[in-house]
């Protein structure tokens, strides 16, 4: 069922989460233990991520180096295939520029639609960790605009190579949003209109980055609906676990801390003191959104579920 669908059918705020693939060579069991204790409270749909591959370089006998592209966490697609198998929940892969040309993203999608698929999350991915700028397969798409406009395409039935229409798809279109502005964008206002592009192109529902100020989210949303997106804008929020997220998460994600939480997070010594904060700071958080009428709360546990089942249990 369509994401969009659950939205209008739902009464109240839905929950949701997204899960990482396993490290190439574990096994699907350490997804099915994140999944597990979730799904008391009913997740409607479950995103899986894509990771696209990384460089390596290896010595050789000769001693020189050879540069090894490598795919840590395989598997995106067949983890949603054992999901919606196990559990009988909607399961959402995500769909990456990054790495695919056309053809690929096309095939890819003949995959999903085969695998009774309704949804994908359209993305661009990140540039690789060795080059400074995202750069696009040659004949793939520059922008996450250009995966969405293909896609629409093929729910009309117009495929790459064929002049003739071809039986159409019927993806529902996610993408994603920044509230606190995506960290390559000149300003937010530049970063909103290529938002509203996608929507125009065909995104019908957007998720956001994960944010710790809820103030942040109502803005974005203000400034969204101001501009005529009026897609469902789903939050996106994360439990910050150990004292490492204190510095990692600014500086990964782009994102700032509010200055309650800083101030609390200043006082944690080791890892158990961040893990409560961050279930407590998780709750309050959730409950704000939740009494504020969010269409659905999404929670990024990089595969370890033990604090969004604390927070889960004290807000649905
Ligand atoms: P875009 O929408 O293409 O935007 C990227 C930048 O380009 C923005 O600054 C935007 O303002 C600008 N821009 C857009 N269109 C134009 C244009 N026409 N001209 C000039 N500038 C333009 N990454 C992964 O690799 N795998 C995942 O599974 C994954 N999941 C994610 C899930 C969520 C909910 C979010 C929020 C992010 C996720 N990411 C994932 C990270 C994402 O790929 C990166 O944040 C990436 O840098 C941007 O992706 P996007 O789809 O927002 O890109």
Known sequence: MKVTDHIKEAK???FS????????????????????????FQPKFVNVTYHREEFIYKERENG???????????????????????????????????????????????DLQFLGIDNVLALRGDAYKTEANFRPHPDGHQYAVKL?????????GNYM?????????????????????????MNLATDLMHLKQKVDAGAEYIVTQMFFDNKK?????????????????????KPLKTLNH?????KFFHIDYPIELSSELLKCKDNK?????????????SKELKNAGAPCIHYYTMSNSSSVKAIASEVF
């Open 273 to 285: 003191a961040v893990e409560k904060l961050g279930i407590e700071w998780g709750i309050h958080q």
């Open 217 to 237: 989210y109502f803005s974005f949303v203000e400034a969204c609906r101001n501009m005529g997106i009026m897609v469902p804008i789903i939050p996106g929020l």
């Open 148 to 156: 969405v406009e293909q896609i629409t395409e093929m729910n009309k």
């Open 17 to 40: 989460f997204e899960i990482l693939p396993p490290l190439k060579g574990k096994s699907i069991q350490s997804i099915y233990d994140g999944i597990d204790p979730l799904m008391e």
């Open 161 to 185: 190579m064929d002049d003739v229409q071809l039986e159409p798809t019927n993806f529902c279109i996610g993408t994603a949003a920044y509230p606190e502005k995506h960290f390559e964008a």
């Open 64 to 110: 020189l180096l050879e540069k090894i592209a490598i795919r840590k966490r395989p598997g995106t697609v067949g983890i949603c295939a054992a999901i919606m198998n196990k559990y009988n929940v909607d399961a959402i892969p995500h769909l990456i520029c990054g790495g695919f040309s056309k053809e690929d993203t096309e095939n890819a999608l003949i």
């Open 12 to 14: 109240d705020t839905l």
């Open 246 to 250: 204190i510095s990692f998460i600014p």
